[in-house]
Antibody, heavy 121, light 113 residues
Framework: QIQLVQSESEVKPPGASVRVSCKTS????????VHWIRQAPGQGLEWMGW????????DYARKFQGRVTWSADTPATTVYMDLRSLRSDDTAVYYC??????????????WGQGTLVTVSS | DIVLTQSPDSLAVSLGERATINCKSS????????????LAWYQQKAGQPPRVVIS???TRESGVPDRFSGSGSETDFTLTIDSLQAEDVAVYYC?????????FGQGTRVEIK
């Protein structure tokens, strides 16, 4: 059974950093990429970026460049997202998702359960 | 970036009736050398992560009831739910995976009338 299990909810003050983990199982970790998509309260889906578990290559949506880092622990089949300089508008549910490579880009299946990050003083 | 615009933003359909959701792309997501449309549809129920229901614009994913179907090409796509059931209440999103950055439509909320 393919699963992505994320870490628990976090509450952070403005300016802090947060790490969210995504533990994968049920598939060959190094043959897929893991993407991160966030969803602000009551809002739609926003792609943030991804990491290739095979090459370690990362890619970022423009608005997050310089503020977010992806990393992968291959033996642990786990991917991490580190988001820095948190602002109130970073309050959202953060999802990891396995990317299905189509030769051009990816669609996502399955998704983790989501991690709520609340930025509040 | 490719912009996806869904319509309507919400719709209420009686049980057993048809629900139709549209997704219009700002540019073609159809690749002529690999003649398929690089578009997926997701269902997100309240409090849950999204789940893919349709890939390649019209391929129903494993475990998805056959009342769900997708169609369209180039820039105009449709998700149809025939004979709406109570468990289909959700927000539906389209996504283009034609190029980076991947983008999503704003979502369409489907409710029971």
């Amino acid at each position: 059974q393919i699963q992505l299990v994320q870490s628990e909810s976090e509450v952070k003050p403005p300016g802090a950093s947060v790490r969210v983990s995504c533990k994968t199982s049920g598939f060959v970790f190094t043959t897929y990429g893991v993407h991160w998509i966030r969803q602000a309260p009551g809002q739609g889906l926003e792609w943030m970026g991804w990491i290739s578990a095979y090459t370690g290559r990362t890619d970022y949506a423009r608005k997050f460049q310089g503020r977010v880092t992806w990393s992968a622990d291959t033996p642990a089949t786990t991917v991490y997202m580190d988001l820095r300089s948190l602002r109130s508008d970073d309050t959202a549910v953060y999802y990891c998702a396995r990317g299905i490579n189509t030769g051009r880009w990816h669609w996502f299946d399955p998704w983790g359960q989501g991690t709520l990050v609340t930025v509040s003083s | 970036d490719i912009v996806l615009t869904q319509s309507p933003d919400s719709l209420a359909v009686s049980l057993g009736e048809r629900a139709t959701i549209n997704c219009k792309s700002s540019q073609s997501v159809f690749h002529k050398s690999n003649p398929q449309a690089f578009l997926a549809w997701y269902q997100q129920k309240a409090g849950q992560p999204p789940r893919v229901v349709i890939s390649w614009a019209s391929t129903r994913e494993s475990g998805v009831p056959d009342r769900f179907s997708g169609s369209g090409s180039e820039t105009d796509f449709t998700l149809t739910i025939d004979s709406l059931q109570a468990e289909d209440v959700a927000v539906y999103y389209c996504q283009q995976f034609f190029e980076s950055p991947t983008t999503f439509g704003q979502g369409t909320r489907v409710e029971i009338k």
